[in-house]
């Protein structure tokens, strides 16, 4: 199975997090993309560790969203995905060949064992190499994905990687930052996805473990509630409480943000050093992610890394009826939808 693809459809775009799925379907009508289902399910930790359940979930999803296609493009991320940049030269006759080759050399797996793919992304100004992406995944974690979706009656047609759709959803909605140096930074329940971006393609992607449960177990701990009602009172704000000692657990979640951002600019400083890293950082950060959504995150974020930081928003290029959708819901959680919009969009490309 290719982890590339540019087959075109309408499939849905489906990001299957660790508290939440969410899905994106987009349909291309005349000159415009236009959204055509959004929505989200929640699942416990029990349900997402039985297939069976989360298969459930999945087919209740497609029934309520009234989806007729079936079709699923998906992703994998963290250690059920390896990336490499690799340069090939550039008048190489055996391409594939030559690429198995050096996938020996960087996959600390048998080949036999992976599904292996990989995209070219640039040539050097001499025509002497070309930068190419390697991309390879354990197939016991991609059969695993095709026996879920295969159990609540879906098809997996494309598997991505997160950071590439994350990648995919900034550079559709964001063209005229195509050519500059930016930061992406997905924060999820449990891990985020960090990548920096320029010149139409990912130069750098790290998982980070931050998430938006290190916050909802602080609220969780220092009042003394369930984890439902924590994470209730970590999206609508600390100042909403009237609890007591909320002073305390404002400083405990701040001093968590600004270990997040000592995180954030070791990464800015490992790819600075790295092969594709560049001299003069990036000026910008995007936060996507329901973990971004924190607030004051932003902010704190801002501060600390002394740089702008904004949400990014998943449709910003995407049109949709505001008599169909609910526009003020979707302002209020877009980011979250980053990866499955990235997703989507991959099956439209």
């Not at 030269?89 to 996959?107: C, N, S």
């Not at 790295?274 to 971004?292: I, N, P, T």
């Amino acid at each position: 199975m290719q982890i590339f693809s540019s087959k075109k459809g309408s499939d849905a775009g489906l990001d299957l997090g660790q508290h939440w799925a969410k899905l994106v379907q987009l349909q291309p009508k005349r000159k415009q993309t236009v959204l055509s289902r959004i929505g989200r399910l929640v699942w416990d930790k029990e349900e997402k560790e039985d297939d069976a359940k989360m298969a459930a979930k999945l087919s209740q999803m497609w029934d309520s969203l009234a989806i007729k296609e079936k079709r699923v493009i998906s992703a994998l991320a963290g250690h059920g995905v390896i990336i490499k940049y690799i340069d090939l030269p550039g008048q190489t006759q055996d391409t594939e060949g030559y690429v198995r080759q050096q996938a020996q050399e960087y996959i600390p797996f048998d080949l036999s064992e992976v599904y292996l793919d990989h995209q070219f992304l640039d040539t050097d100004t001499s025509g002497q190499s070309m930068k190419t992406v390697l991309v390879a995944s354990k197939k016991t974690m991609i059969d695993e994905l095709r026996n879920l979706f295969r159990s609540a009656s879906l098809s997996l047609g494309i598997v991505d990687v997160e950071g590439f759709a994350l990648s995919n959803c900034f550079e559709f909605n964001y063209p005229e930052q195509v050519s500059e140096l930016s930061y992406i930074l997905d924060i999820g329940s449990t891990s985020s996805i960090f990548c920096v971006y320029s010149r139409g393609y990912p130069l750098f992607i790290r998982d980070l473990s931050i998430g938006g449960d290190q916050i909802t177990e602080k609220i969780r701990r220092h009042f003394n509630v369930q984890h439902s009602e924590a994470e209730q009172i970590k999206l609508q704000g600390l100042d909403q409480t009237d609890r007591s000692g909320k002073e305390r657990v404002e400083k405990d979640i701040k001093n968590t943000l600004v270990s997040w951002t000592q995180d954030i600019q070791r990464l800015i400083t490992l790819h600075k050093n790295s092969e594709q890293g560049q001299e003069q950082g990036a000026g910008k950060l995007y936060l996507a992610g329901g973990g971004s959504l924190y607030p004051g995150l932003k902010e704190t974020v801002a501060e600390e890394l002394n740089m702008t930081v904004q949400h990014l928003n998943p449709l910003r290029n995407i049109t949709y009826d505001e008599r169909t959708f609910d526009a003020a819901y979707i302002r209020s959680c877009a980011p979250q939808y980053a990866v499955a919009t990235g997703l989507a969009i991959r099956g439209l490309t």
